[in-house]
């Protein structure tokens, strides 16, 4: 961890659509001066090409630049760690704390989060996450729900963790797509305690 840094934060982006979240979330973290510790499943690499402008590449260092330079990141302020880094600190609950965001997150991986599948890192950290009751916020954008998802849904929250559906809300009278994407940005940096100005809080 980065001594000119604030605590770091984990953000995992996965093959759900709303990749323009995940990616928002890591430019707020960064300009509130956080270390931020990134993960992109490879589902995830094809929604942000499908759904965005940004082409990312898929090599972790080569991504951290990437990222780097898209959110003014200061030097070592973004790391990246591959799918299957197993010797990355979120890999172990004795590896630094850090809060953990999965934004979005698929209905898979919400699937293999809720059994403890653990099959790649980002399913690992999260396991870290609940094992040592740190904070994990889930961030599922999926129409219709089935029972499925809502008993993992469930399940996950009696865990301790904080599922937050990507169903922004209008009473901001949004003026474009962008002001819908930082509403929910704006939620999960509440959650996490983070100060931010991306919109005011009800009633201000």
């Known amino acids: 961890m980065g001594a000119d840094f604030r605590s770091p934060v984990t953000v995992a982006l996965t093959g759900a659509s709303g990749a323009q979240y ?113 904070t994990l916020i889930l961030v599922p954008r999926e129409t219709p729900l089935s029972a499925i998802h809502l008993e993992h849904m469930l399940r996950l929250s009696q865990l301790g963790a904080v599922i937050l559906p990507a169903a922004p809300g209008f009473y901001h009278k949004p003026a474009a797509v962008e002001d819908l994407v930082d509403f929910i940005v704006a939620r999960i940096l509440n959650q996490l305690g983070i100060e931010h100005r991306l919109m005011p809080r009800w009633g201000e």
């Open 22 to 134: 995940g990616l928002r979330l890591i430019e707020a973290l960064v300009a509130a001066d956080h270390e931020v510790w990134v993960m992109v499943s490879k589902a995830a690499h094809l929604v942000i090409e499908t759904e965005t402008a940004v082409a990312l590449p898929a090599r972790p260092a080569r991504l951290a630049e990437a990222l780097g330079e898209r959110s003014a990141a200061r030097p070592g302020q973004i790391r990246c760690f591959g799918r299957e880094e197993w010797l990355a600190p979120v890999a172990s609950g004795s590896g630094a704390p850090s809060a953990m965001v999965i934004c979005p997150c698929s209905t898979g991986t919400l699937s293999a989060v809720a059994t403890g599948a653990s099959n790649n890192l980002i399913e690992r950290a999260a396991d870290v996450a609940l094992k040592e009751r740190r």
